[in-house]
């Protein structure tokens, strides 16, 4: 592993491949804290507050939007339009209300980005 070595771009590709790499880690992280607020928010409100849901559903997109970002960085990685369409979809579920609805609709969505993969884009 070399996580620790400096990163160098050799063309204006590679920059720009560079730079998605490290912005896709910011929804990433983001996305992360806002799925745990959610759990947190929900332990303390009634089983069906919409807050959890939405906060829940919000983090569950922006992880999903910053792992594409992410795979994106890859020199010669198709367009993404899908991925990124698809990391939106457990947003409506948050209307349910419902941690366990959304949760379902974030496994379901997960599932979906991986068969929406071509067979070269899996890693």
């Known amino acids: 592993a070399r996580g620790h070595v400096e990163r160098h771009a050799h063309s204006a590709e590679a920059g ?42 919000g983090g569950l997109a922006l992880a999903m939007i910053g792992l594409t970002m992410i795979g994106q960085a890859r020199s010669g990685a198709p367009s993404a339009v899908r991925h990124y369409l698809l990391a939106l979809a457990p947003l409506p579920f948050a209307f349910s209300g419902s941690l366990l609805v959304v949760a379902i609709a974030g496994c379901a969505t997960a599932a979906l980005q991986v068969l929406a993969a071509r067979p070269g884009e899996r890693a």
């Open 16 to 57: 720009r491949s560079l730079r998605r790499w490290a912005y896709g880690h910011v929804p990433l992280y983001a996305g992360y804290g806002a799925v745990a607020s959610g759990f947190v928010v929900a332990a303390g409100h009634a089983a069906h507050a919409a807050a959890p849901a939405w906060i829940f559903a």
